[in-house]
């Protein structure tokens, strides 16, 4: 049989491992030394991402998931719609995000769209991100300030008890962000040392949530910056359910916030 002529180029398998392991050896090398690592790549984690990548600081997202975004990918109830109240609709405009105006100050978009929007967003502001990743411990300096995280391959956590013992490694960082979402998992662990107290998130009240969400965002410990509904865990707030735009807003908030931290070193 004639060969037909070819299409692609002559690469074979090897070339494609070594340039796989070769270039994620080369980012992750550079990015054990951080000024910012955020854990958690939903809305809030990204939207601070991009913002401080986009001011020149050298930023890691973390993601325990195969996939980026949280709920911002499915919005309400699987549904893959999600609303932003005003003023959080200046977001979506901003990310060239197509939306509708529902009632006055509400606007819905299409989660798919929105979560693409904001990721490409992150990624052309040059922040970069370590999937699969799950946030394990926080590196402690003098006086308990944070210097970084502890992170574990994700699927670590699913071997049987017995052979679970593989060792996370650690990764500095001035300014570490944590939204993680409800379950405030860097906070958490500063409450586990005695470091903080958290009454954790109360029922869903839309309206009190994303007010009080953005109003509380900010260092809760030194070098530490919560966002998202990380806040809500951390204070005690209302939860705000499948409404998003208090999570951009607020993670732009942590953005400016990390960005002090790093001015005043």
């Known amino acids: 049989m004639k060969r037909k002529k070819r299409i692609f180029s002559g690469v074979g398998e090897k070339e494609v491992t070594r340039a796989i392991v070769e270039e994620f050896a080369r980012q992750f090398t550079a990015y054990v030394e951080s000024d910012v690592i955020i854990v958690g790549g939903g809305p809030s984690g990204l939207m601070a991402g991009r913002d401080l990548a986009g001011r020149g600081a050298?930023?890691?997202?973390?993601?325990?998931?195969?996939?980026?975004?949280?709920?911002?990918?499915?919005?309400?109830?699987?549904?893959?719609?999600?609303?932003?109240?005003?003023?959080?609709?200046?977001?979506?405009?901003?990310?060239?995000?197509?939306?509708?105006?529902?009632?006055?100050?509400?606007?819905?978009?299409?989660?798919?769209?929105?979560?693409?929007?904001?990721?490409?967003?992150?990624?052309?502001?040059?922040?970069?991100?370590?999937?699969?990743?799950?946030?394990?411990?926080?590196?402690?300096?003098?006086?308990?300030?944070?210097?970084?995280?502890?992170?574990?391959?994700?699927?670590?956590?699913?071997?049987?008890?017995?052979?679970?013992?593989?060792?996370p490694v650690a990764l500095e960082a001035k300014v570490v962000v944590d939204a993680t979402g409800h379950d405030a998992c860097v906070a958490r662990r500063l409450e586990e040392r005695g470091l903080l107290r958290m009454p954790g998130f109360g029922p869903m009240w839309v309206e009190r949530s994303e007010d009080l969400v953005l109003e509380h965002t900010g260092e809760v410990h030194p070098g530490l910056v919560v966002c998202g509904m990380s806040v809500a865990t951390v204070y005690g707030l209302p939860r705000m359910g499948p409404t998003f735009g208090a999570m951009l807003l607020s993670g732009r908030k942590a953005a400016r916030v990390a960005a002090e931290i790093l001015k005043r070193g």
Request: glycine share 10%.
């Open 58 to 167: 050298r930023v890691l997202i973390i993601e325990r998931n195969n996939y980026l975004g949280g709920g911002f990918w499915i919005g309400g109830y699987l549904m893959n719609k999600l609303t932003v109240r005003a003023p959080g609709e200046a977001v979506l405009k901003e990310l060239g995000v197509p939306h509708a105006r529902r009632a006055p100050g509400l606007f819905v978009a299409d989660g798919p769209h929105a979560c693409s929007k904001l990721i490409a967003a992150t990624c052309d502001a040059g922040a970069v991100f370590a999937t699969m990743t799950s946030f394990d411990d926080l590196v402690l300096r003098e006086e308990n300030r944070i210097g970084g995280a502890v992170v574990n391959w994700t699927p670590v956590r699913a071997l049987p008890r017995e052979i679970t013992c593989v060792d």
